[in-house]
């Protein structure tokens, strides 16, 4: 009798989570797959030769491999720090870490410009030097990397703080060096949630709109990316177009979180797994 109300409990619980992601997710994309292809395939080819399509999918790919280099290095690094040391205001230094995920994307947009505008001194010094911040792609590739910060640091800490220090210990012990310790044990054992952190961090960068938007001044062919070109497809009653580069955009996003589930998942340890 308990199995039996277990399960249909577990149906129940099964048949609610499917009718919110069916409602939430699944009939909204195929919303917009089904706008995509209303222009037919003509009207899809003449987007994708669109000049200022391309200059806003060649920033946005610039913005995402600039941001998802960064944070994996910097999130490697920080995650191993703070997982397998003690020092006062770690958890201070782990808030400020997390803060992207708490504060609004159009405010850290707003700090780029207040931080490095052409109005302050490290602005101007950079833009003396050739390097504007404030509209220009340097600018959306630092709001695209401040937003996307926390994914990769946090899923690496949580990895590193459960495994412990007990096997780098032992390989230091058995003559390994730190360096070898940390690449030989310590980073197969995280390289799923490295891998997992990079996926949320390439997912995020890519479709990043609000910081952005505010960084970028939307110059037509120079500072917009993907979803900039979107919004302005839409304002300006190109609907066909609008769905058709958000279903382009959809799709490589998918593909790539797929991609990236299975990298992870085979490079994970084989813990427990039947032979």
């Not at 039996?4 to 619980?13: E, K």
């Not at 707003?110 to 050739?130: D, M, N, Q, S, Y």
Request: hydrophobic share 60%.
């Amino acid at each position: 009798m308990r199995n039996t109300r277990s399960s249909a409990a577990a149906l129940a619980g099964i048949g609610v989570i499917v009718l919110v992601l069916i409602v939430l997710i699944v009939l909204p994309l195929v919303s917009v797959a089904l706008e995509a292809l209303s222009g037919g395939a003509g009207a899809l080819a003449a987007l994708a030769a669109d000049p200022t399509v391309r200059a806003a999918i060649a920033l946005s790919i610039l913005a995402t491999v600039v941001s998802v280099a960064f944070n994996a290095a910097f999130g490697l690094f920080a995650g191993w720090t703070i997982a397998k040391y003690r020092f006062p205001g770690k958890p201070l230094l782990v808030t400020v870490i997390d803060a992207p995920l708490t504060v609004s994307p159009v405010i850290v947009g707003l700090a780029v410009l207040a931080a490095l505008g052409e109005k302050t001194p490290p602005g101007a010094w950079l833009a003396a030097h050739g390097l504007r911040i404030a509209f220009a792609p340097a600018g959306i590739a630092i709001a695209t990397m401040l937003v996307t910060f926390p994914y990769v640091a946090r899923a690496v800490i949580a990895q590193m703080t459960e495994q412990g220090r007990e096997l780098e210990e032992a390989a230091i012990g058995l003559g390994a060096s730190a360096w070898q310790a940390f690449w030989r044990v310590t980073f197969p054992v995280s390289r799923a949630s490295f891998l997992n952190g990079l996926l949320v961090c390439n997912a995020r960068a890519i479709g990043e709109f609000g910081a952005v938007s505010v960084v970028s001044g939307n110059v037509t062919g120079l500072t917009e990316t993907i979803p900039l070109q979107i919004s302005n497809f839409y304002d300006n009653a190109s609907a066909a177009q609008a769905f058709g580069l958000a279903a382009g955009l959809a799709i490589v996003t998918i593909l790539l979180a797929l991609a990236a589930r299975t990298l992870a998942r085979r490079s994970s340890p084989a813990k427990g797994r039947p032979a």
